[in-house]
């Protein structure tokens, strides 16, 4: 296993973390410990999960897994996403994050969180008043480090602004999604990420298994694919069915060929090869799926074949980063 660092922690985390979205909810607890021991077994030591995966049975399975050694583990939970019927069941409201972490904490049975996500941008609430909380939980100890996930450049570069002017602790870590099918926040998110020194954490870094050669084109998802079971990305797949993202997958697939790799494992090197990128996060729901992803460490992809994937996956910019572009060219 590799290590990185945390963004300007200086604490070292893989370079592959173990998402824990399917704990509960798609695998039971068995399989899941299964997966844990694993992953910890190969040098792992970076966990991700939320509360409102398989509504808190995740932190659970995952507080359990780790309880006799929780001091090796760097642990990321979020708040904010829907987690009950409540109208103070979302968002990031005071009252909402500090029960939250209250929650969490009891399900993961430890004291204190090691990366705490605000999981999505809550228009809602009052920024400033979000940066002071998590300010207070990571002042209380609760909280070592906190991080965004889904925002948008200028999110980031507002909330950054926010914790400097008030002496808050500012955020250490962006969870966005990222893969050689969805390489948007190439356009603002990443460089807000370099600029501020926050770890870049990629979710969904195989496009929901899309990347791992397991779905063909005009074929629906089957309905037990994490894209098939659920509405949320059953709508996204049909936006994802489309001629660049089948173009991408052949090269992945020429190059898994000509490297004896599997698809997975050139899409997961590709991903760790970027710049700023400090870990993919691994959404497993099998055993062989991990022992597959771990195979994507240990060597790297030459500059041509990383031309190659660039040139398949190329996407439009827009204005006005293509009109900056030319003019750096120029000027």
């Known amino acids: 296993m590799d290590y990185r660092f945390l963004g300007s922690t200086g604490v070292r985390v893989s370079s592959l973390c173990l998402g824990a979205l399917a704990f509960g909810r798609e695998l039971d607890e068995a399989a899941s410990h299964c997966i844990i021991g694993r992953y910890l077994e190969a040098g792992g030591n970076f966990i991700d999960t939320a509360d409102s995966y398989g509504d808190g049975r995740s932190e659970e399975i995952v507080g359990r897994a780790i309880r006799d050694c929780r001091e090796q583990i760097v642990l990321a939970t979020k708040v ?49 008043r979000v940066v002071r909380v998590m300010g207070e939980l990571v002042r209380a100890g609760e909280v070592r480090y906190w991080g965004v996930s889904n925002f948008t450049g200028w999110q980031i570069a507002h909330t950054m602004a926010i914790a400097r002017r008030s002496g808050c602790a500012v955020p250490v870590a962006v969870q966005p999604q990222y893969s050689l099918m969805v390489r948007n926040i190439e356009r603002e998110v990443l460089p807000a990420a370099q600029w501020f020194d926050l770890a870049v954490v990629a979710w969904s870094p195989l496009a929901r298994g899309m990347l791992a050669d397991r779905f063909r084109s005009g074929e629906a998802p089957l309905e037990h694919s994490r894209i098939g079971c659920s509405r949320f990305w059953i709508d996204d797949w049909r936006r994802w069915d489309r001629e660049r993202h089948w173009c991408v997958l052949e090269t992945v697939r020429d190059l898994a060929a000509e490297r004896e790799r599997t698809s997975a494992q050139i899409a997961l090197n590709w991903l760790l090869q970027q710049p700023g990128v400090t870990a993919p996060v691994l959404g497993v729901t099998k055993l062989s799926q991990l022992e597959e992803n771990l195979g994507a460490l240990g060597w790297e992809l030459t500059a041509e074949e990383l031309e190659r994937l660039e040139e398949a996956s190329a996407f439009a910019t827009g204005y006005p980063y293509e009109f900056m572009n030319r003019w750096e060219e120029v000027r």
């Open 80 to 128: 904010g996403w829907q987690v009950g019927d409540r109208p103070d069941d979302v968002g990031l409201s005071r009252r909402r994050i500090i029960r939250s972490l209250e929650g969490s904490l009891r399900r993961l049975r430890t004291d204190h969180v090691d990366v705490y996500y605000l999981h999505c941008w809550d228009a809602a609430a009052d920024i400033e």
